[in-house]
């Protein structure tokens, strides 16, 4: 087929799950399920966080941002996977396919943003906690907020602009559920050097610099802690730490499972498979790990469903 500039490519091709025909219904169900799982769920939060006056602290101010950050992660995707999959019509449109990517890339890069701040600031709870309403005040809570917000839209700003400047054969087919950069890249019929470059050096700077400020807050705590070392503050390390690594741990396990440990050429279904464990499971288990290891959390969902006014902050 010949080339075709992007104003002339009207839709894209997306080959969806590799799922038998005769399972479509089974799945479907299962995949909706837990997409109004992981909505419910993270909704839930960011309602207590805004309800419960005790709840008002840094921590959860990052926390209810995660959530809306993962309820817009999945739905950016499952909400066109499952129409695929009930209606049996693939296709996307090009201005659709587009705005998947900026919004998917926009939303992993700040989920990975969030979580670099929240370790900052369970290491100013653990390190200094005599200081930890000086340090982590209000205005500071703000500020990195919007900072973890302006370079999600930055960095996916250049690989947008970049990628809309590309061209495409006509019928273009995409082997995923979604519309991946990587893969959308390896779709193009221009020249897509510059593009995979700047993956390379300004994703991989993202990546650096998260994961650095996640290894280097919990070295920290690990150095503190073991300073003096007893089982009650280990107890309340973990139990001050715990849910943060637990999501941090899930969150890059499957990101590395799918971006770092993908499978050869041959066997692409496996990757898309993996794919779902990033997109779809772990948003829907985070609700889970922050509320079951919560006291705090706990607590103000008690309120709501008890209906008490008796106050739960100490």
């Not at 907020?145 to 087919?173: D, E, P, R």
């Amino acid at each position: 087929m010949s080339p075709e500039n992007q104003s002339s490519v009207s839709e894209f091709l997306l080959l969806g799950l590799p799922i038998p025909p005769e399972q479509q219904g089974v799945f479907f169900a299962l995949f909706l399920g837990m997409y109004l799982t992981t909505v419910l769920g993270n909704l839930l939060i960011i309602l207590l966080v805004r309800l419960d006056s005790c709840l008002h602290t840094p921590m959860y101010v990052l926390l209810s941002h995660l959530a809306l950050s993962d309820i817009s992660l999945s739905s950016v995707t499952v909400p066109k996977m499952l129409t695929n999959m009930y209606a049996q019509d693939h296709s996307i449109p090009y201005a659709g396919c587009l705005s998947q990517i900026y919004l998917f890339v926009h939303f992993s890069c700040l989920d990975s943003f969030l979580l670099a701040v929240m370790a900052y600031d369970r290491y100013v709870a653990v390190c200094h906690p005599l200081h930890y309403t000086s340090i982590m005040r209000d205005e500071v809570c703000i500020t990195l907020v919007a900072g973890c917000w302006f370079f999600s839209c930055t960095h996916t700003l250049l690989h947008t602009l970049l990628m809309n400047q590309l061209s495409f054969c006509a019928g273009t087919i995409i082997p995923h559920f979604y519309c991946d950069l990587d893969i959308v890249l390896k779709s193009s019929c221009s020249d897509t050097s510059l593009n995979e470059l700047l993956i390379l050096i300004e994703g991989g700077l993202l990546f650096i610099v998260t994961v650095g400020a996640i290894l280097g807050s919990y070295i920290r705590i690990a150095v503190v802690i073991l300073k003096v070392p007893s089982l009650k503050r280990i107890s309340k390390a973990l139990s001050t730490c715990g849910s943060h690594l637990f999501v941090v741990c899930l969150y890059y396990g499957t990101f590395a499972g799918v971006y770092f440990f993908s499978s050869s050429g041959k066997s692409k279904d496996k990757d898309v498979i993996a794919s779902v464990m990033y997109i779809i499971v772990t948003p829907m288990l985070n609700p889970f790990i922050y509320s079951l290891r919560n006291n705090d959390m706990k607590r103000a969902l008690q309120k709501i469903f008890r209906a008490k006014d008796t106050p739960w902050c100490h």
